[in-house]
């Protein structure tokens, strides 16, 4: 028996819009029609959907999803081999570590102090499972870091931070928080090439921040007084975005995954 696009959205936890827009691009279209013309899945749909989730567990964009699900040489088992490659590796030297460090407190040496060849050992294991990058920190340059910082929280609704004031009370450093990011504010400074999108009449990059419900934030950057450059759309790469301009012409999208 078939179900009901409502009835696969409830069982699988995807949104009816994400079941559409499957369809819309060509990834999962339903097999059957009932009599009132509404998508029945059928169990062959079921399991090209629960292909689809498995591999966008991965990490795979929908364009490559739909590719390797069609492509008759490409291979699940050989991806999930690839896949158990990484974990069993990193799994070892997890093991690797734990071992070491369990002989460290268990000998005199975690009374005195490691040595530099324990240390060395230690750090060596670390880095195999530890990204080299601890930290990234973007920054945006505009003419006007406290009129920038005003609109960014209180139209887009960005995470406030600290703005940094010479004594005469000029703004030279702002910092605005995103999710679990930070962005910087930067004045210009032809030193290093850096100009705002005012100056230069283009912006040369963006932003792009995840939010809950881009509808909703749309609406309410909108409501604010936003310049919405595109309105909220399903992009074929798998998220709905929104995009605003900021006050000196910087490139802001918000989106959030369709699934």
């Not at 990834?27 to 079921?46: F, I, K, N, Q, W």
Request: charged fraction near 25%.
């Amino acid at each position: 028996m078939g179900r009901k696009i409502g009835e696969m959205a409830a069982a699988t936890g995807l949104t009816v819009r994400t079941l559409h827009y499957y369809e819309e691009i060509g990834l999962l279209t339903a097999s059957e029609r009932s009599d009132g013309g509404h998508r029945v899945y059928g169990p062959d749909d079921v399991e090209r959907l629960y292909r689809i989730t498995l591999l966008r567990r991965f990490g795979l964009p929908l364009q490559e999803i739909g590719r390797a699900l069609d492509d008759p040489a490409w291979s699940l088992r050989g991806a999930l081999t690839n896949h158990l490659a990484e974990l069993e590796e990193r799994l070892e030297a997890t093991s690797r570590l734990r071992t070491r460090v369990l002989g460290l407190l268990s000998s005199e040496v975690a009374d005195h102090g490691p040595l530099n060849d324990d240390l060395l050992e230690l750090l060596e294991t670390m880095t195999m499972l530890d990204d080299r990058v601890q930290r990234r920190i973007s920054f945006l340059v505009y003419t006007d870091l406290e009129a920038a910082y005003e609109y960014l929280t209180g139209v887009f609704g960005l995470g406030p931070g600290k703005l940094d004031r010479t004594e005469d009370g000029r703004v030279v450093h702002g910092e605005i928080h995103a999710g679990d990011g930070v962005i910087w504010l930067h004045g210009e400074d032809p030193n290093f090439r850096l100009a705002s999108p005012r100056t230069l009449g283009a912006a040369t990059s963006g932003v792009a921040v995840m939010v809950d419900d881009v509808d909703e934030h749309h609406r309410q950057a909108r409501d604010r007084g936003a310049s919405i450059a595109q309105e909220p759309i399903d992009q074929p790469y798998g998220y709905r975005v929104y995009s605003a301009w900021d006050p000196e012409g910087g490139l802001w999208s918000f989106m959030r995954p369709l699934d």
